[in-house]
């Protein structure tokens, strides 16, 4: 069984958000999609700076089995990545909701966040 | 789909099974490059039963090999002994590649690929009416390779005296019958170890008894990865029937020095009288990313393409073979989602019994030195 945290939100594309106290929403993606994918071997993140919309491709997982897009789950800028992921992509399979964070957005749209799935509405849609 | 006999290990183990060849086969137990590196630096094993030994048989077995494979089982004249070829159609294309082990003038013994095993035994036998020979694939058999610099110890502590001396005394691409095992000691990595054919029923049971010996436990992920780090082909990806052995990398394989006949001898000789038009080579990319099947490569001569890509872990870095247009340049671009990357052909193998091979080490010197 996957592990899926109650207190995160998720895309249907596997995406997790996590919102974040004042700074906005932390992205990655969920230990269902590492597990699929299978060992990370680079890690393609978006520029600081750069916005999107909700639903735009903005990073690349490779695997060492393909190449996934991931999704911006809301619109708005990005403020941060996670650098370290550059070294070692591993962190993702590791600790998927802790230091294999993708990036770090500032919404535009915060009621975006309203069209993301529960922990529950994700189990299910991964049964 | 299909199941092997050792389906039940595999479950056991938590291992992620996929569908190969309409097998239900494990790709990975947990993580691919742990696996991966199970097999460079100690041992590792696969279930190997997905794949079809197919007995030929019969006073004609010798004749009738020398014209259905491109390689020459003249070569094989010592009892056990591999010889690795293709199976050509009349157009030179590769309908398989296979082993073949010579164990008696009236029986040889050639292991082919699982996605291909319908089509080869039709024109296997097909082929064979015109000899004295019977060909039939073998039936209830499980097969586990045993890989990697601790492989043969491992296997060898398993075996009784009399029975390890005739193991041991095994040469590379040699086999023998040793008790109930056909032991051949050849692989799919680029490491030293033993392909083991065994009873459907003692599948099980050897398997078991090599995770008792710390042998890891390898899924098809990693049989990749190693496959394409030591610089060896993947039926259906490297090459198939619209590409001929020269184009793959295998013109090695083919002897044609003497007269012999064999089937796509003459769509060869039409190929190489007229120039052979590719090149089949490895691609190291320069820039961080990584290689996969059917991307573009970008040449001076005309644009090619990856036949295998994928993540090196032993090297930590993207590698492919790839078929390029015909010349010796070695800088190229790769492209990668609308990008243009650097990339630098190297003559595989990429890695050797645990190492960068040596032209592969002149370019990660150059790497490091930039």
């Known amino acids: 069984m996957s592990d899926i945290p109650s207190d995160l939100k998720y895309r249907e594309s596997h995406e997790w958000v996590r919102e974040d106290d004042g700074e906005g929403v932390v992205v990655g993606i969920s230990d269902h999609a590492q597990a699929e994918l299978g060992d990370m071997v680079f890690i393609e993140l ?40 550059e070294d070692d992509p591993g962190l993702v399979n590791n600790d998927p909701y802790g230091d294999g964070w993708l990036f770090r957005m500032e919404p535009s749209e915060p009621s975006e966040l309203e069209d993301l799935m529960d922990a529950d509405a994700y189990s299910e849609s991964i049964d | 789909m299909r199941k092997t006999p050792l389906h039940h290990a595999h479950i056991d183990a938590g291992a992620r099974m996929v569908d190969f060849a309409g097998w239900e086969m494990p790709i990975n137990y947990g993580s691919q490059i742990d696996e991966h590196h199970a097999v460079r630096r100690a ?37 056990g002994k591999a010889l690795y070829s293709c199976m050509l159609n009349e157009q030179g294309g590769v309908i398989d590649d296979l082993i073949c082990y010579y164990l008696a003038e009236d029986h040889f013994r050639v292991v082919v690929n699982a996605g291909t095993r319908e089509k080869d035994l039709e024109w296997m036998k097909s082929r064979a009416s015109a000899f004295d020979v019977d060909v039939a694939a073998m039936e209830a058999y499980g097969m586990i390779a045993v890989q990697g610099p601790d492989a043969r110890e491992k296997f060898l502590g398993l075996l ?34 033993f392909e083991i054919i065994c009873s459907e029923l003692g599948a099980r049971p050897l398997w078991d008894t090599l995770v008792g010996v710390e042998v890891t436990p390898c899924g098809l992920g990693a049989r990749d990865s190693l496959r394409l780090e030591a610089g060896m082909n993947l039926y259906g990806q490297d090459m198939d029937e619209s590409v001929s052995p020269l184009e793959s990398g295998l013109g090695w394989t083919v002897a044609m020095n003497d007269e012999r006949d064999f089937i796509g001898r003459s769509a060869l000789e039409a190929q190489k009288e007229a120039g052979v038009k590719w090149r089949f080579t490895g691609l190291v990319l320069l820039d961080r990313g990584v ?12 644009d ?11 090297l930590e870095r993207a590698i492919a073979l790839a078929r390029l247009p ?28 645990g190492k960068p091979g040596a032209k592969m080490q002149a370019v990660l010197d150059s790497i490091a030195s930039n």
């Open chain 1, 46 to 85: 978006p520029e600081p700076g750069m916005s999107y919309s909700q639903g735009d491709a903005c990073a690349v997982v490779e695997s060492v089995k393909a190449a996934s897009d991931i999704y911006a789950p809301v619109s708005g800028e990005v403020v941060e990545v996670n650098e370290a992921l």
């Open chain 2, 43 to 79: 041992a590792g094993m696969f279930d190997v039963s997905h794949m079809c030994p197919v007995e030929v048989r019969g006073p004609q077995a010798r004749p009738f090999l020398a014209h259905l494979l491109a390689n020459d089982v003249g070569k094989l004249s010592t009892a």
């Open chain 2, 160 to 193: 009784t005296p009399e029975f390890r001396a005739t193991a041991e005394a095994l040469e590379p691409f040699n086999a023998a019958q040793v008790g109930d095992l056909f032991v051949a000691r050849t692989g799919y990595t680029g490491e030293d170890g």
């Open chain 2, 291 to 302: 290689l996969r099947h059917d991307q573009v490569v970008k040449t001076s001569a005309g």
């Open chain 2, 304 to 314: 090619g393409v990856i036949t295998s890509g994928g993540f090196s872990p032993t």
């Open chain 2, 326 to 353: 015909a010349g010796d340049e070695e800088q190229c671009k790769v492209e990668i989602r609308g990008r243009e990357l650097d990339a630098v052909t190297v003559r595989p193998p990429f890695v050797r019994s």
